[in-house]
């Protein structure tokens, strides 16, 4: 196996280096903090993110990206997506010229590029060299070794089949893909659905509505994402379905959590000061909204979760607005 850098100290990048770990490679973490680092490389813990749990002795982690790339046969990011750019800005001097692989589910606000494109623009790498791996992988369940399944997606199948074999576990079972736009679509789609459907369960709603948003999410997303190119089975796959049912189910799920508070009453602003992890449909739901609309597609799910988030609508008033839409056929 191999070495590995992952950019991203936080609940993801921790429970990805263990399943690299796992799968018998050396991996060297870059985390913002120094105190973060230190905890992983000489306790073998990460104690703000995934407390109780160690870590394998195969995992690094350093402040310095240099140190945090060198050998690396590939280089993993997962930070928050809106300031992704700036972030891999400041490491692109020091990446070496090896896959760069995603695993961000969010849109970028104000230039609508997905993480994949993201990477092209800053490095050049081009998709040949860009990967990205997504599916129902909540990091705590990960992180205690609960088998999970997920997708490695590079335009080029012979990059796909390589991180597949880099983090092929025990406990984690990789498939390749090579529909990048339709993995990243699913994935900072099902954040959305997440919010809207914690939205109906903070409103004390029960399974038949949560059944109906994960469902009118599914199309809302696979409307999107096959008017942009996207593979249809793509979005029925554990990158599409998989994650939507996972992270609308859990109540692990940030984004499930937050769409809870603001069905309770919680203002953004309030929620946003009782924690410091992501939740990235919060941001993602005006991206996501605003590309729909550049590409003429109806997004209803969108538009209203972002009219929530901005505190022009109440959750409650949101959930009537779905029911009272005008009536269509299903597969519209
Ligand atoms: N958690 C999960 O189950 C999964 C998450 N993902 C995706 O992975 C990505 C990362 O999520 P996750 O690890 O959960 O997030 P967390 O909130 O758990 O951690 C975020 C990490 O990024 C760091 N960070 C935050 N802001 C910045 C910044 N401005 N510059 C540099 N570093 C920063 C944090 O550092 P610090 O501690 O110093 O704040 C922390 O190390 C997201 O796109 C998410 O959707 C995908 C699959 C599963
Ligand atoms: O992406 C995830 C699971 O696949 C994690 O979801 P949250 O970011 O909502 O916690």
Redesign the pocket.
């Known amino acids: 196996m191999g070495r590995i850098a992952v950019f991203g100290a936080g ?2 990048g921790t429970a990805f280096s263990m399943v690299l770990a796992d799968a018998g490679n050396q991996v060297t973490m870059w985390g913002r903090r120094e105190e973060v680092c230190a905890a992983i490389a000489d306790r073998h813990e990460n104690p703000d993110y995934l407390p109780g749990i160690t870590l394998p002795p195969s995992i690094t982690a350093t402040h310095d990206p240099a140190v945090a790339v060198d050998g690396a046969e590939a280089v993993v990011f997962a930070v928050p997506s809106q300031s992704f750019r700036d972030n891999l800005a400041e490491w692109a001097p020091v990446l070496p010229e090896v896959p760069l692989v995603s695993l961000m ?1 969010g849109v970028e606000l104000g230039s609508l590029r997905r993480m994949s494109e993201v990477i092209d623009e800053v490095t050049g790498a081009g998709p040949e060299r860009i990967a990205v791996i ?6 705590h369940e990960i992180a205690h070794r609960e088998p999970a399944a997920s997708v490695v997606a590079c335009a080029d199948e012979d990059v796909a089949k390589r991180l597949q074999d880099l983090c092929h576990s025990t406990a984690f079972r990789p498939y390749t893909s090579v529909d990048v736009l339709g993995c990243e679509l699913g ?1 900072a789609y ?2 959305v659905v ?1 919010l809207a459907v914690g939205m109906a369960v903070g409103l004390g709603f029960g399974d038949n509505t949560t059944a109906s948003v994960i469902t009118r999410g599914l199309a809302e997303t696979a409307r999107l994402a096959t008017a942009l190119g996207a593979n249809p089975l793509t979005l029925m796959g554990l990158a599409g379905l998989g ?1 939507l049912v ?2 609308c189910s ?1 109540p ?6 937050f769409g809870e508070k603001l069905g309770k009453g919680e203002t953004t602003e309030e929620i946003y000061a009782s924690t410091r ?5 919060a941001k993602s739901c005006s991206s996501l909204l605003a590309l729909a609309r550049a590409t003429d597609v109806d997004a209803p799910i969108a538009e209203h979760v972002e009219a929530v988030v901005a505190g022009k609508l109440t959750a409650g008033e949101m959930m009537q607005a779905f029911i009272a839409r005008d009536t269509k056929a299903e597969t519209d």
């Open positions: 609940s993801w589910k997504s599916g129902p992988n909540l990091s994935g099902k954040n997440a994650d996972a992270t859990s692990l799920s940030r984004n499930r959590t992890q992501v939740a990235e449909g």
